[in-house]
T-cell receptor, first 117, second 107 residues
């Protein structure tokens, strides 16, 4: 099993460009998440998908859109990149999610390092 | 809004030393998790604590959940270079993450 995979690993964008970060998991997990990690700020939730067909905003959703394409895949889109979106982006998945009220363990991908100039 | 503050932010120690990392909040959490993240990788879950006062051990790592379920600590005995990494606590329904403690253990 590959677990959670993310593409690309690195990306440099110019201000105003758009791009989509891809995430896939092969663990048959129901819930998937997108986080950004900035120095000194830990991980902040951007969006999550509790199950196929549903998405919800997290702590910092502005400037991002997501698509839960199917149970395996959850993509994050930046429509018009800004320097403030320079960060490392992590995708994660879990069997259960926030709605079930059950403690859940998240499995993380290796991250995408994005720089916006 | 639930917040998790970790201290210290940075810790550099010699191999063999003991250390404690703290995770504090003004809110009550039904459970807290501890993750370790190595450079260039995503976080990996170490432990989940659920009951107030609970103590869990993972080899040289000891995790404690505060009686009031507002804080947690991670104690490492005889640290090794392989313990180097970013330690994150997380809790809450939407798994809010703390700011992290970056640990460096020198041989």
């Amino acid at each position: 099993n590959a677990g959670v995979t993310q593409t690309p690993k690195f990306q440099v964008l110019k201000t105003g460009q758009s791009m989509t970060l891809q995430c896939a998991q092969d663990m048959n997990h129901n819930s998937m998440y997108w986080y950004r990690q900035d120095p000194g700020m830990g991980l902040r939730l951007i969006y999550y998908s509790a199950s196929e067909g549903t998405t919800d905003k997290g702590e910092v959703p502005n400037g991002y859109n997501v698509s839960r394409l199917n149970k395996r895949e959850f993509s994050l889109r930046l429509e018009s990149a800004a320097p403030s979106q320079t960060s490392v982006y992590f995708c994660a998945s879990s069997v259960y999610g926030p709605e079930q009220g059950i403690i859940y363990e998240q499995y993380f991908g290796p991250g995408t390092r994005l720089t916006v100039t | 809004t639930q917040l998790l503050e970790q201290s210290p932010q940075f810790l550099s120690i010699q191999e063999g030393e003991n250390l404690t990392v703290y995770c504090n909040s003004s809110s009550v959490f039904s459970s807290l998790q501890w993750y370790r993240q190595e450079p260039g990788e995503g976080p990996v879950l170490l432990v989940t604590v659920v009951t107030g006062g609970e103590v869990k051990k993972l080899k040289r790592l000891t995790f404690q959940f505060g009686d009031a379920r507002k804080d947690s600590s991670l104690h490492i005995t005889a640290a090794q270079p392989g313990d180097t990494g970013l330690y994150l606590c997380a809790g809450g329904v939407k798994l809010i993450f703390g700011t992290g403690t970056r640990l460096q253990v020198f041989p």
